[in-house]
Structures are given as C-alpha cells and as structure tokens.
C-alpha cells in the first residue's frame, strides 16, 4: 500500500513503540515522528502539519501517562489521534472513557497491519477535512478584517467595504445597531485602518459614568478643583489626542455633558475642570448607540446640533438574524476560541443544533451567542452541543414561513387590486396595464375574491 505523497504521523508513547509497528507505518509510505512528552509531540505537529497521530496508552505509571495524552489531545484540537493499547487495558474505566471521548478510534496491541492502516488513512482524510475548513474560515476571516468580525454573507462584506472607505476620511463617525451588534468592534476596525492607528484607542461607556463625575472623566481637571482633586489628572478626550475616542452608548449622556462635547467637536479644544487654558487637540470620534438618536432629537433628550456633529458619516452594524450565512462560522469560532473552557468530550455542534442556531432570533446578537455556547460547553454532558444545550430547543424564529406559491399569489393578488384602484375598476383599461386579456382577469378577481 503505497501512497502517492508523504504522510506524517507523530507516535506519542512515554515507553517507546513496538519495533514491528514502526516498520509497518515505513513500508507503507508513512513517515513517523516520535515523541515521549507533551511539549516534543506539539513542536512536531506544528512544526511538520501533521495531521494524525498514534498514542500509546500503558498502565504503567497510569496516572501520569493519561494526563499527558490528555494534555496533548487538548492542544491539538485538528489532530485525530488513534490509540494504542494492551487488551487487558480496556477493562479500566479511565482508559475506556479517554478513548470514547476523545480519540478518532483506537487498536489493540499487537496490531492488525491491514486494520491500523485503513484506520489511519481514514482519520488522515478526515483531519484533511478539518484543516480545509479551517483554513477557508481563517481566509474567509482575513477578507472581513483582522478583528474578527467573522463571517462571508453579503451584509458582513458591505459592513467591512464601508469601514475601509470611512478609515481613510478624518470625519466623525455615528454607528447604529442592536446591542451585541459588533458596534465597538466596528469602531476598533476603523481606528486600525486609519491614518491614527498608532494612537490610543479609548473607549467610554457613556451610561456608565456617574452624571457627577462625567466632566471630569471626559475633560480632565486640575489640581483643587474640587475635593479629592490632589494632582492634575487627564480627561478620557486628551487621553485619545492623536488618537480615537469611542463614546460608547451616546444617547445616554446628559444635555449638560452635551453641550461641553459640542464645543470640543466645534473648537477641537477642551478645558479642564478648574483650569482656564484651552487644549488643543487631534482626535477621531467615533460614537455609537443602540437607540433611535433621532427621536431622543424630537422627545428633547438628545441636542439636534449635536447630533448631526457626530453624523456626519453613519455606519450601521448587521444584526445577526440578519445574517444566517454567517451562523456556522461564527459558532465554530467561539467553539475554538473557548476551547480551553470546555469539557474534553465535548466535540462541537450537532447539525440539529447548527440548524436551529440559523432560524433562532437572536435578540442579543452575537453577544448572546458566545454567552450561550460558552455556558454550553462547560455544562454540556453530550460530545455534541444539542440546541437544548443552548437554551434554544423549541424556539420559534421571528418570521412565518411562506412557500413560493403563496409569495406569488399575494404579489398577484396585490397587484390586481392596486391596478384596478387606478383604473377606476374598468375592467378593459386594467387589463391592458397588467398585459393579460380581459377573460384572464376576470378569473384572477373570481380567485382571488376581489369586490368591484
């Protein structure tokens, strides 16, 4: 059994392979790799690609031999691994439950030549699989921007082609969206693309400050300007000159604060709280919100000119429902990006689970999805995360679903109606705007019920 191109395979055993096995894996075309510690068998992988790998599982010394294969099982998440053990052995409770949790499958000593290979040409394949996934998620990744705002759907590319334009041009920027929407993600991606990427990036939670304490955590203040005030102290603002300021949750600052952050925009100075000298500064502002700026305009809670300072370009974040091409992604990049957190038997989704996940509202977007598959996968007693796991079993989606026929039929129905509005009900004259023949539309108002 010869291969066309060389495959690796690392052996991972504390007491050596049998001679036999390693002259079985050569003649077939394999080139083994061997290791008897954790750290050797991860510098192997990485530093050769492999994909498969073969781990020797004694009793010898049991409890540190399985914790080692555990750890190494644990840092090479795309590895499938095959284990290797006496027949004796599988009547320990802890080497049954390591391999049917974590390994691709598993052979008893001595080995079957023709079985160990199929077996490892079978797990070859799959990790390919994995590691061809991978790598088009990480390209797909790359395309978006390097802060992570995964995914491929038509939205998410507007959303990353309009952050590239908007980089480029030192203007204020308002971005809408839901919370859990990306929306400082977005600002980060900005600041990064711009011209001041090399300056801080500050970020302020408007809602979070204290109304007593915001002019001074926004513009600094002076020593004595009021108890407490033991030195001079910089402002959030002057902390991001030559830089960003992100006013996260803009609709939440009072009309006073308003007013001083009116004046900054308008002038590009500040002065501190105590102090008389004006501050010229250079600073990009990027604000957000989650709530409809326009009517807090009407209500009176949000200043009309200082809104239209801060629109001069507005960006809006997709909400996730809004993007189902993206729900597989994102799942499998938060299932990676928390692995440390999971339980090793826990494998990844269910497709019951991915599918439920497309069609689920979403109301806390992407915020709510990393709060549900991180709790997943620690409490989690399935290998595969099920749509119950994450509290979404049964959930309807926030649509009802039509068939094609019916989107036709409503089309044609409204179509008809709104024809025969503007034809005054003359039955000639709406027949020929519709380009059917007067006996056609006769039947279509029969159909579809339609009073004359």
């Known amino acids: ?46 530093t ?26 644990l840092c090479t998440p795309r590895v499938e691994w095959i284990g290797l053990t006496e027949n004796s052995n599988l009547n320990y409770a802890l080497v049954t439950k390591l391999i049917s949790e974590s390994f691709y499958d598993y052979h008893t000593l001595p080995h079957d030549k023709t079985n160990l290979l199929v077996t490892l040409g079978h797990a070859y394949g799959m990790a390919e699989m994995k590691w061809h996934h991978h790598e088009q998620d990480e390209h797909d990744y790359s395309k978006s ?36 929407t990306g929306k400082e993600l977005a600002a980060k991606a900005i600041h990064d693309l711009s011209n001041c990427s090399n300056g801080a990036f500050v970020v302020v939670n408007c809602g979070a400050i204290p ?16 108890t407490g005030a033991n030195a001079r102290r910089k402002g959030y603002v002057e ?19 308003q007013v001083n952050l009116l004046r900054f925009l308008q002038e590009g100075t500040i002065q501190r709280v105590g102090g008389t000298e004006l501050i010229k500064l250079n600073v ?42 993206d729900i597989d992604k994102l ?19 269910s497709q019951e689970c991915i599918n439920t996940m497309r069609f689920y509202a979403w109301k806390g977007n992407v915020r ?8 997943a996968m620690i409490m989690t007693e399935n290998s595969y995360i099920s749509a119950s796991d994450l509290g979404i079993h049964g959930e309807l989606p926030d649509f009802n679903w039509v068939t094609l026929k019916e989107i036709k039929d409503r089309a044609e129905q409204d179509a008809i109606r709104k024809t025969l509005q503007r034809a005054g009900n003359n039955i000639s004259l709406a027949a020929r705007h519709l380009s059917i023949s007067r006996v056609m539309l006769y039947r279509l108002i029969n159909k579809y019920d339609i009073t004359l």
């Open 48 to 73: 050769h690609n492999i994909h498969v790998g073969l781990a020797k599982i004694t009793r010898q010394n049991e409890q540190c031999d399985l914790s080692a294969i555990e750890r190494i099982l």
């Open 1 to 46: 059994m010869e291969f066309a191109e060389q495959r690796c395979v690392v052996c991972f055993s504390v007491d050596g392979m049998p001679e036999s096995l390693i002259a079985c894996l050569k003649s077939a075309g394999w080139v083994p790799y061997f290791a008897d510690n954790v750290e050797q068998a991860c510098n192997i992988i990485k």
């Open 331 to 349: 799942a499998q990049y938060f299932f990676d990006k928390f692995s440390g957190e999971k339980g090793r038997h826990v494998k990844g989704f």
């Open 211 to 226: 109304n007593s304490l915001i002019q001074s955590e926004l513009f600094g203040s002076e020593k004595g300007a009021f």
């Open 145 to 180: 921007h390097s802060m992570t705002m995964v995914g491929n759907s038509p939205q998410l590319i507007k959303l990353v082609s309009e952050i590239k334009k908007i980089a480029g041009v030192n203007a204020p920027v308002l971005i809408i969206g839901e919370s859990g």
């Open 284 to 325: 990009r502002v990027i604000a957000a919100t989650h709530v409809n700026l326009e009517k807090a305009v009407e209500e009176g809670r949000f200043r009309e000119d200082l809104y239209y300072r801060l629109n001069v370009i507005k960006l809006k974040t997709p909400s996730l429902r809004d993007r189902p091409e």
């Open 368 to 375: 709510e999805m990393i709060n549900r598959i991180r709790q």
């Open 239 to 257: 902390a991001a000159d030559a830089g960003s300021l992100f006013l996260d949750e803009i609709g939440d600052l009072g009309l006073d604060q």
